[in-house]
């Protein structure tokens, strides 16, 4: 199960990560819906790129504009989080979004975990795949922590100061 | 000052009743303490060595009357009766229970404050000039910029995991008083030739560990781009800095490492795509948030004052404080007052729930309604008539507020220490109290002049004892011992500079004598009305060390048991981890 859309859904994609004996050339892509690791793509691109779907994934240390090009061919494109505290992938999924225009499923993988949610959807993931030893429900819930924001991201695109009309010293003083 | 409207307000109640969700998850072991940890640092939560310790943030150091006797309460409530203004402008208090913290944000809230991102590895509280907006040498007001940068940085969702911390300081007059060299930006509000107001942008400072001076990477941001630009040096620093070494995953670390003309390529480059884009600030709403800025209702008033002059010939503590607490103001008549936190023998940078009533009934009498926390750890009073100079006097007096020390030996910079904190090395308070009460003398003192003391207890540099002109930093020779090494030549302000070691470290009782050397030769050595650090830089280290080390430092020494042992514990706290 994940979170997409806001809503708890079935998944049936296959994330690869590669074993300590895979080498990104050879390791076996099996049949089906995979998310595969950037390195497996960019090693067996030709063969992969004939699949009807395919998604690919990033690590916390790898660019995003190394798919400048292929941008639109994946189905899912998700980030890896090692550790939750590792804040790189937010800046990825900007970039994909924002900088290269990927407008497909963009998740969020790895160390994936309630209180992270609602930063993760303001930069542009629309899909959450939370770590298995947590309540998926509990999760959910971490997208409406709060119901406003002040800076544009990707979500939303606009400021507050851009988006309403704030009030200025009017409000009772302190 | 800013006064919350209804998306403010919502957003730090919000902010509560997540909070609290959190805690409760943490105490029903939900969340362990390693994922709730950074949880509570983006909270000002730390866990030290008696309890809980809650950073509040005081955005850019502007505090009312009325958020002011809130801290009082919340001593008094959930605290042992004081509080601690930090160097970084902020309050915090040392002796709470994590499951009563949601209800102390609660109440912070009621006042439009909160503790949001006053720690962890976010953007921390943005701190500015505490004489912002009065200062005769003020070229733009800073506040407006200060708080939209406030507003742009909380819960900014890109930037909350960042390497490491992130401090942003700005500035908007001739003189540098909020240390901006030594931030990971520091902004410098000024007006180009055709009068336009940009910033002149800074980055790479920073202390701690590396202690470098901030680089200038731009030297005219034009305002409507401050937004944006801040965005891409943080977004490149997201992307590119160590997280492989804590103490290297600073942003100066990558700046030294790229070299400033590579930074500054990458982060333009990466604004390129947002220029002019919708994160550009609009002239309405710096307008907006200017308005809460404007002007009190000054009297006019004239500069000139008989019964002060009268006064201060009767008065030679009146005088010494007049002169050392008292600074010009940019409207005739009008004066700002700093109260010293500093009295010899009192922990630098506390107050009392007492006090701090009392301290607010004195903004609103005195200053309408406002005060100012300073990184040097006092409180201003920013508008205050000259003509109640002495009464306000007499009345800070006797609230124990008024030693007239600031910017002199006893106005020591001092973080926690051992105490209190678990990275510290040494203790750092009773170290200040020693050494504030061998200056007491008040005549030494102001025939001493402008100096500064920072004592840091360990190489974080809370203290900031880098840019102290003398500094002095808690180090560990092998474990559980405590010892000082002491640096003179550091500076902040528009000649920031970074001190350097006179030799090997002290003990805790040396220190005191070490300084009275150090200042021996200054007294010997100045010309006229040279500064302590004017004479550093003229005649440079060697005369220092060369007498500090020219006898033997005899000094006798009470061993201390346990230095994180000195203040007890009152309660067991849950989920403590002794760092021993």
Known sequence: MIIKNKEIIAD?????????????????????????????????????????????????????????????????????????????????????????????????????????????????????????????????????????????????KLPLFRRVQRKGNTAQQV | MYRYDEYDQRIVDERVVQFRDQVRRRLSGELTEEEFMPLRLQNGLYMQIHGYMLRIAVPYGLVSSKQMRMFAHIARQYDRGYGHFTTRQNIQFNWLKLEETPNILADLASVQMHAIQTSGNCVRNITSDEFVGVAPDEVVDPRPFAEILRQWSTFHPEFAYLPRKFKIAISGAQEDRAAIYAHDIGLAAVRNEQGEIGFRVLVGGGLGRTPVIGTEICAFLPWQHVLTYVESILRIYNQYGRRDNKFKARIKILVKALGIDEFKRQVEADWTDLKDGSGTL????????????????????????????????????????????????????????????????????????????????????????????????????????????????????????????????????????????TLANARSIPLAKSIAQRFEDIDFQHDVGEISINISGCMNACGQHHIGNIGITGVEKKAHDEWYQVSIGGAEGNLSSIGKIIGPSFTFNQVPEVIDRLLQVYLQERIEAESFIETVRRVGHEPFKKHVFATELTVEEEPVADKHAVVPAKYEVPFYSPRF
């Open chain 1, 12 to 156: 049936d994609w296959m994330v690869l990560r590669l074993g300590e004996h895979d080498v990104a050339e050879s390791v076996t892509v099996v049949p089906g819906k995979v998310i595969v690791p950037l390195q497996v793509w960019l090693k067996q691109r030709d063969a992969l790129q004939q699949r009807a779907e395919i998604g690919v994934w990033l690590a916390s240390d790898e660019r995003p504009e190394t798919l400048r090009d292929d941008i639109q061919k994946f189905t899912v494109i998700a980030v890896d989080f090692p550790r939750f505290s590792d804040g790189r992938g937010y800046s990825i999924a900007f970039n994909l979004r924002a900088r290269l225009g990927y407008t497909g499923e963009l998740r969020a993988i790895g160390d994936v975990l309630r209180d992270q949610l609602f930063y993760m959807q303001r930069v542009g993931f629309d899909a959450f795949a939370p770590r298995s030893d947590r309540n998926i429900e509990d999760a959910l819930k971490g997208l409406s922590d709060f119901s406003e924001v002040y800076q544009n991201s990707c979500e939303p």
């Open chain 2, 282 to 421: 609009t002239a309405e709403e710096v307008e907006r948030v200017a308005g809460c800025f404007t002007d009190p209702a000054y009297e006019t008033l004239s500069n000139h004052d008989s019964t002060i002059s009268a006064y201060k010939a009767d008065s030679r503590p009146f005088t010494h404080w007049v002169m050392r607490n008292v600074r010009p103001h940019r409207v005739p008549g009008y004066v700002s007052v700093v109260l010293s936190l500093k009295k010899p023998g009192c922990t630098p940078g506390d107050a009392t729930a007492e006090q701090m009533d009392a301290i607010a009934d004195l903004a609103d009498r005195y200053s309408f309604g406002e005060l100012r926390v300073t990184h040097k750890q006092n409180l201003v009073l920013a508008d205050v008539r000259q003509k109640d100079l002495i009464q306000l006097w007499q009345e800070a007096t006797a609230l124990e507020l008024a030693s007239p020390n600031i910017g002199l030996l006893t106005d020591i910079i001092s973080c926690p220490g051992a105490e209190f904190c």
